[in-house]
């Protein structure tokens, strides 16, 4: 029921120039996918090391002053953990061994892309500090918004920018208060007012669930409401989140979401929302309607994962460019009938 | 410096009517604080347990559809870790054995007062089936607005809540999602805009600080920005969070805030933010300006406890009402004066 590109992964890392020659594209994943101009645009997230030449120590890049700064580790230096790949913790402080920021691809065909390294959001400001990732567009009113996250010292903020030409970005703040993650604009008011979707990652009595909020003017943001939860023992039973900007069909707003279980194994599903009032789910995917299982998906940075931050809406058909196993951009198509199928049986 | 009332505790767990002859009140502490009609009003956090009859049996009440439910757990069930006195586990959920409401009291001397079992905001809806706990009370055009955290399985929100008269509450929603606590508005626009003061609860990356807000209309916010932080080996060391609602006096915004260190002690500061700029940190103190050293304070159901959720500013006094130990109301008066020199020693 998915129809993969034959040319998967349609971007890597390799593809990717770096920010300078001490730096070391990692993943090139997670795009925000757009119609511009009449074509599919990517805002893929590029995630970069630096090239380490010194053994015994290890350099990550932060965003500081408007500037990429580089701060130093000794491996030997105890008062640090550095068992996973991609952090190092002190207890207190928390560092990302790469950071992020997003970049423009154009496509004449679809499936072919230029990557346009001046055309760049780049991490800036003090609660961008550890990068910028995963953004998902929405076209609004004439402009296009971007939702991304925003990391640092003081958490995992969501900030929203806007662009009308994807050369310059307007960053507009944060619209939520950390953490929250996964956060995507519905692309009209609904009842006279703005919605989005958004996942608070983190609570002592919870587990990171998809909620929905309301807005005047797209800045302020309030009437909470948890949207759905987690399903114990399925495969979206440790966390989910939105992957696509919610699409408008007959049946009311299609969402792609993504969950992940226990083992960190992320898959997509599907919900559809009430078209009038889109708190109220009418159905979801029982089964995930894409799991990992391409090569590409099953092994990569972070492996096992399917990771959707957008798709383009075209008759039946989702093309869906995803980012498989925090390392590639993908392309694959599903069937809107084939949805709509999923979601009836999932009731 | 800090004068305490001889008469402390003033409000105990055992002037508190419970809600039913099956219930136990274990703390009334940590009140909103207000004038009313010209005199003190509280409105105090009651905690009740359910008075347990059979051994080997712990019974917990939840509120739901409107209602106070009791959940019945058997301690012999090795699902669930019994082991915090507070709280009942099983690894995904999360129960807190007391649940709270906050009941209005009032007084003629601001020192004896009246409890009204019958003016009582209580736990109702979906996010309020594990209690409603200390709110902060904001006069502001007329009306008494209340910000209090609402507790349940879907994690830790702010809920707004309006009254005219404190017979009758109006909720309004939940304006912060999950988790954040300790949130206060401000009395007054300050250019144009309405500013709130809150407290993320957890991030991956940062500890619990106090984050600024603002809004057009009270029900949705943005523009989120850290305010202060936590200061390492310090008494504010762990989390802070904002105590009063800030007062305005000639030096721009007082505010006091809670601070605790790694072992839960917590102790009462002040800020001084700017007049116009509310975002902008002036002073702030360098040692507690109250700290938990009478007996009521250092011995209840959390030692070593002052919370403060706010005071009535009067010429140059704080009178502070307080809660001592998560389970009294105690109250003492601070002097402006001393306050605006500990601020100044600070900077």
Same mark, same amino acid.
């Given at each position: 029921?998915v129809k993969?590109?034959?040319?998967? +992964? /349609? /971007?890597?890392?390799?593809?990717?120039?770096p920010?300078? $020659?001490n730096?070391?594209?990692?993943?090139?994943?997670n795009?925000?996918?757009t @119609?511009?101009e009449?074509? +599919?645009? *990517?805002?893929?997230?590029?995630?970069?090391?630096?090239?380490?030449?010194?053994?015994?120590?290890?350099?990550v890049?932060v965003?500081e002053?408007?500037t990429?700064?580089?701060?130093?580790?000794?491996?030997?230096d105890?008062?640090?953990?550095f068992s996973d790949?991609r952090?190092i913790?002190n207890g207190?402080? $928390?560092?990302l061994?790469?950071?992020?920021? @997003?970049?423009?691809a154009? =496509?004449?065909?679809?499936?072919?892309f230029t990557?346009? +390294?001046?055309r760049?959001?780049m991490p800036?400001n003090?609660?961008?500090?550890?990068?910028?990732?995963?953004?998902r /567009?929405t076209?609004?009113e004439?402009?296009y918004y971007i939702?991304?996250?925003?990391?640092?010292?003081?958490? &995992?903020c969501?900030m929203?920018?806007k662009?009308k030409d994807?050369?310059?970005?307007?960053?507009?703040?944060?619209?939520?208060h950390?953490?929250n993650?996964? #956060? #995507?604009?519905?692309?009209? $008011?609904?009842?006279?007012?703005?919605?989005?979707l958004? !996942?608070?990652?983190?609570s002592?009595?919870s587990?990171p669930?998809?909620w929905?909020?309301?807005s005047?003017? %797209?800045?302020?943001?309030?009437?909470h !409401?948890?949207?759905?939860g987690?399903?114990?023992?399925?495969?979206?039973?440790a966390? &989910?989140?939105?992957s696509?900007? +919610?699409?408008?069909?007959?049946e009311g707003?299609?969402?792609?979401?993504?969950g992940?279980?226990?083992?960190?194994?992320y898959c997509?599903?599907?919900?559809? %929302?009430?078209?009038e009032?889109? =708190?109220?789910?009418?159905?979801?995917?029982?089964?995930?309607?894409?799991e990992?299982v391409?090569?590409y998906?099953? =092994?990569?940075?972070? =492996?096992?994962?399917?990771?959707?931050?957008?798709? &383009?809406?075209?008759?039946?058909t989702?093309k869906?460019?995803?980012?498989?196993?925090?390392?590639y951009?993908c *392309?694959?198509?599903l069937?809107?009938?084939? %949805?709509?199928?999923? *979601?009836?049986?999932? $009731?």
């Amino acid at each position: 029921m998915v129809k993969y590109c034959t040319g998967n +992964p /349609i /971007i890597t890392p390799e593809n990717v120039p770096p920010l300078g $020659k001490n730096f070391r594209v990692i993943g090139s994943f997670n795009p925000g996918v757009t @119609l511009f101009e009449g074509k +599919p645009l *990517l805002l893929v997230r590029v995630a970069e090391q630096i090239t380490q030449k010194q053994q015994g120590k290890v350099s990550v890049p932060v965003a500081e002053g408007g500037t990429i700064r580089v701060l130093d580790f000794e491996l030997s230096d105890s008062r640090y953990d550095f068992s996973d790949v991609r952090t190092i913790r002190n207890g207190k402080q $928390k560092f990302l061994t790469s950071m992020s920021r @997003l970049m423009v691809a154009t =496509s004449e065909d679809g499936e072919h892309f230029t990557l346009h +390294p001046d055309r760049v959001l780049m991490p800036e400001n003090e609660y961008e500090k550890f990068g910028v990732e995963d953004p998902r /567009i929405t076209y609004l009113e004439g402009v296009y918004y971007i939702t991304y996250s925003a990391i640092s010292d003081y958490g &995992i903020c969501t900030m929203l920018a806007k662009t009308k030409d994807f050369v310059s970005f307007e960053k507009m703040g944060n619209i939520l208060h950390p953490d929250n993650k996964d #956060v #995507v604009l519905f692309p009209q $008011k609904i009842g006279g007012k703005y919605y989005m979707l958004h !996942r608070p990652s983190t609570s002592e009595f919870s587990r990171p669930e998809m909620w929905i909020a309301e807005s005047d003017n %797209l800045m302020y943001w309030g009437n909470h !409401r948890r949207l759905m939860g987690v399903r114990d023992g399925e495969w979206d039973s440790a966390r &989910i989140g939105v992957s696509s900007t +919610p699409m408008p069909i007959d049946e009311g707003w299609l969402v792609l979401y993504h969950g992940a279980d226990v083992h960190d194994r992320y898959c997509l599903g599907a919900v559809l %929302l009430d078209a009038e009032c889109p =708190s109220k789910v009418l159905a979801r995917t029982a089964k995930p309607i894409m799991e990992p299982v391409q090569a590409y998906e099953t =092994s990569g940075f972070l =492996s096992n994962v399917v990771f959707a931050c957008g798709c &383009i809406h075209s008759g039946d058909t989702l093309k869906l460019y995803y980012g498989a196993a925090d390392k590639y951009v993908c *392309l694959a198509e599903l069937s809107v009938p084939f %949805l709509l199928k999923s *979601l009836q049986e999932g $009731k």
